[in-house]
């Protein structure tokens, strides 16, 4: 069941009123909710809240309370994305995936090879931090990761206490072995960095190699920039969490 985001100031003793238009036209008018139906909120205190909904006025709806409890439905780790930007589709599917496995926040990034233009990134910043909210209500996620703006490899890398790069060449060294000998600390800001479709450039490896910057292997298989990105994710989790 999808959740949907609102405001403590929106909660009387056991009740929800919600007079927000949007919200009320996409409850009521698009999914058609009727009384009786259940719904699920999220408050910014990250409190979730199971309900019944009770009353459907003209310009508002009321719902009561049945539950409610702190989500657990986040990550616990503080990592950070930094994607070179992809063409439309890809980069929807990119920001969708890493708002479903956790991230703290989307970093959009501008690559030698990048598919988009440096002046379309900028223009495109508030469409997907829509796109990751919207995915936080899917997944019924606690927290609403956060889009920055768009930088480059050279700006970046040394505003995080531990950047991670995967990349399909130039690298031997797995995840895996990697945490063997360098501890993934959650409290810290992790940034994991992932490159366009035609790979990062030699000035790019060279810059990740002066600046002692871990280059990853995901394996010999090549991948789509967009699922690298689930894959490094899911594999620094996992490594974090069980490695």
Same mark, same amino acid.
């Given at each position: 069941?999808?959740?949907?985001?609102?405001?403590? #100031?929106?909660?009387?003793?056991?009740?929800?009123?919600?007079?927000?238009?949007?919200?009320?036209?996409?409850?009521?008018?698009?999914?058609?909710?009727?009384?009786?139906?259940?719904?699920?909120?999220?408050?910014?205190?990250?409190?979730?809240?199971?309900?019944?909904?009770?009353?459907?006025?003209?310009?508002?709806?009321?719902?009561?309370? #049945?539950?409610?409890?702190?989500?657990?439905?986040?990550?616990?780790?503080?990592?950070?994305?930094?994607?070179?930007?992809?063409? #439309?589709?890809?980069?929807?599917?990119?920001?969708?995936?890493?708002?479903?496995?956790?991230?703290?926040?989307?970093?959009?990034?501008?690559?030698?090879?990048?598919?988009?233009?440096?002046?379309?990134?900028?223009?495109?910043?508030?469409?997907?931090?829509?796109?990751?909210?919207?995915?936080?209500?899917?997944?019924?996620?606690?927290?609403?990761?956060?889009?920055?703006?768009?930088?480059?490899?050279?700006?970046?890398?040394?505003?995080?206490?531990?950047?991670?790069?995967?990349?399909?060449?130039?690298?031997?060294?797995?995840?895996?072995?990697?945490?063997?000998?360098?501890?993934?600390?959650?409290?810290?800001?992790?940034?994991?960095?992932?490159?366009?479709?035609?790979?990062? #450039?030699?000035?790019?490896?060279?810059?990740?190699?002066?600046?002692?910057?871990?280059?990853?292997?995901?394996?010999?298989?090549?991948?789509?920039?967009?699922?690298?990105?689930?894959?490094?994710?899911?594999?620094?989790?996992?490594?974090?969490?069980?490695?």
């Amino acid at each position: 069941m999808p959740h949907f985001i609102i405001n403590s #100031s929106d909660i009387f003793d056991k009740t929800i009123k919600i007079t927000d238009k949007d919200l009320y036209k996409h409850i009521i008018k698009v999914l058609r909710a009727k009384n009786g139906e259940k719904l699920l909120f999220l408050d910014e205190n990250e409190i979730q809240y199971e309900t019944v909904l009770k009353t459907i006025e003209s310009n508002y709806f009321e719902c009561t309370i #049945s539950k409610q409890y702190k989500s657990e439905r986040k990550l616990g780790i503080n990592l950070y994305i930094a994607q070179s930007v992809l063409n #439309s589709d890809a980069q929807t599917s990119a920001i969708q995936k890493a708002t479903e496995l956790g991230v703290k926040g989307i970093i959009p990034l501008y690559t030698d090879n990048c598919a988009v233009k440096e002046s379309i990134i900028k223009n495109k910043i508030e469409k997907w931090q829509k796109i990751a909210y919207e995915s936080v209500k899917q997944c019924e996620r606690a927290d609403i990761p956060k889009v920055l703006e768009m930088t480059y490899i050279k700006d970046i890398c040394n505003k995080f206490e531990q950047v991670i790069v995967f990349a399909e060449r130039d690298t031997q060294t797995n995840f895996f072995q990697y945490i063997k000998e360098n501890k993934i600390d959650k409290t810290k800001n992790i940034l994991i960095i992932i490159g366009p479709e035609g790979g990062f #450039s030699q000035k790019e490896f060279d810059f990740f190699k002066e600046n002692n910057i871990p280059l990853i292997t995901l394996g010999n298989l090549i991948y789509r920039a967009d699922t690298a990105l689930t894959a490094a994710l899911t594999t620094v989790i996992n490594g974090v969490y069980y490695g």
